[in-house]
């Protein structure tokens, strides 16, 4: 999805004439998608890869998770600037007045989503908010689906047999 907004941003400007990569929105909305690229498939790789072991997975957890903030903090900048170099850029401010009513939607969209970035990463580093780890043994998640029996209820729903 992300490859074919940068495909229709690179074609847009393309037609229009204007310079491609010039302004601190494009640059740090590229380098958002190629990190998001690169923590997708490290991500991905170590905690799908079946041979992998938990040693390797909770070694890099706390790198999955800076990076992940870190994506998160990237992306809140390059929209603010977005928004910011389309008010400022593409709109004209008519005689007499300080404001359009495009910037002020703009400014007023910029705090919205400052105050989301602000809940998000309150949440996200407290602690309170965060899942707790659980026992391996206990842990259904973890147990494999091989040894259950299975049955059909009449409802035609498949549930797991009573031991």
């Known amino acids: ?56 997975r909770g070694a890099y957890m706390p790198l999955h998770r800076y990076f992940g903030l870190a994506l998160f903090a990237l992306a809140i900048v390059s929209t603010i600037s977005g928004i910011q170099e389309t008010t400022m850029f593409q709109t004209k401010v008519p005689k007499g007045r300080m404001y359009n009513d495009r910037q002020l ?38 147990q494999p689906l091989a040894g259950t029996e299975m049955k059909q209820t009449s409802s035609g729903s498949i549930q797991a047999a009573d031991p």
């Open 1 to 56: 999805m992300c490859g074919i907004a940068l495909k229709a941003v690179f074609a847009y400007q393309n037609a229009n004439n204007w310079d491609n990569v010039h302004t601190v929105h494009s640059w740090v909305g590229f380098t958002t998608y190629l990190m998001f690229g690169l923590q997708w498939i490290c991500g991905f790789l170590i905690f799908f890869f079946p041979k992998l072991s938990e040693d390797y």
């Open 105 to 142: 939607i703009g400014d007023i969209m910029g705090l919205v989503i400052v105050a989301f970035a602000l809940i998000v990463g309150y949440l996200v580093t407290n602690k309170e908010y965060q899942r707790k780890e659980k026992s391996l043994e206990n842990d259904d998640e973890k």
